[in-house]
């Protein structure tokens, strides 16, 4: 099973937004509403910040949102702040049971 | 709260079996799933396998089968992750995570492929 296919970098200016793409195939990101976008800081656990495409856990802002478009998810972060600079994940479940990450988004905020 | 609390770090030489444990706390461990994911140095995340805690069931990404075993004990709500025939790049820190729980629309369910609550991560070096 394949990774899911992330850009490996984004940026932004604090204020504007920003979308991550998380690309997969009609076997996972494509067939299911199962994709989960998690932030990680240097050093620290993931934090799940999308499950199910769009939902957000309680305590997550607003400012994050999610969608999806085919076999592609996107993860935007409005409002764009210094804080949001973080590595970006996302994962899917899959046809055959098991769960797939993607490569990972570097975010700089300027 | 709810919280899972990992093993200490380890240095295994190539060859050998490593388990790792997650002690869960703060909530009923059999009405949620356990996940192993991965990160080595430097790298992105990896899923290893996942553990239904309520059946005993599992399933393993499969460039691990054959040397990932995951098990959970209901009486001190332990998960295990052991892993055998240790290579180099094994070096990784090691994380469980649970699965999901939330409401939208008005309604709460379970979403078993997400993770909302992790461990801090157990740090596994092989090492000759």
């Known amino acids: 099973q394949s990774a899911l296919t992330q850009p490996a970098s984004v940026s932004g200016s604090p204020g504007q937004s920003i979308t991550i793409s998380c690309t997969g195939t009609?076997?996972?990101?494509?067939?299911?509403?199962?994709v989960s976008w998690y932030q990680q800081y240097p050093g620290k656990a993931p934090k799940l910040m999308i499950y199910?495409?769009?939902n957000r856990p309680s305590g997550i802002s607003n400012r994050f949102s999610g969608s999806k478009s085919g076999n592609t998810a996107s993860l935007t972060i409005s409002g764009l702040q210094a804080e949001d600079e973080a590595a970006y994940y996302c994962s899917s479940y899959t046809h055959s049971g098991i769960v797939v990450f993607g490569g990972g988004t570097k975010l700089t905020v300027l | 709260q709810v919280q899972l609390v990992q093993s200490g770090a380890g240095v295994k030489k190539p060859g050998a079996s490593v388990k790792v444990s997650c002690k869960a706390s703060g909530y009923t461990f059999t009405d949620y799933y356990i996940h192993w994911v991965r990160q080595a140095p430097g790298q992105g995340l990896e899923w290893v396998g996942w553990?239904?805690?309520?059946?005993?069931?599992?399933n393993y990404a499969q460039k691990f089968q054959g040397r990932v075993t995951m098990t959970g004990d209901t009486s001190t709500t332990t998960a295990y992750m052991e892993l055998s025939g240790l290579r180099f790049d094994d070096t990784a820190v090691y994380y469980c995570?649970?699965?999901?729980?939330?409401?939208?629309?008005?309604?709460?369910?379970?979403?078993?492929?997400?993770?909302?609550?992790w461990g801090h991560g157990t740090t596994v070096i092989v090492s000759s």
């Open positions: 009609s076997s996972d990101v494509g067939a299911y509403n199962s």
């Open positions: 995570a649970r699965s999901g729980y939330g409401c939208s629309g008005g309604s709460c369910y379970h979403y078993y492929f997400g993770m909302d609550v």
């Open positions: 199910d495409v769009v």
């Open positions: 553990i239904n805690l309520n059946s005993g069931g599992t």
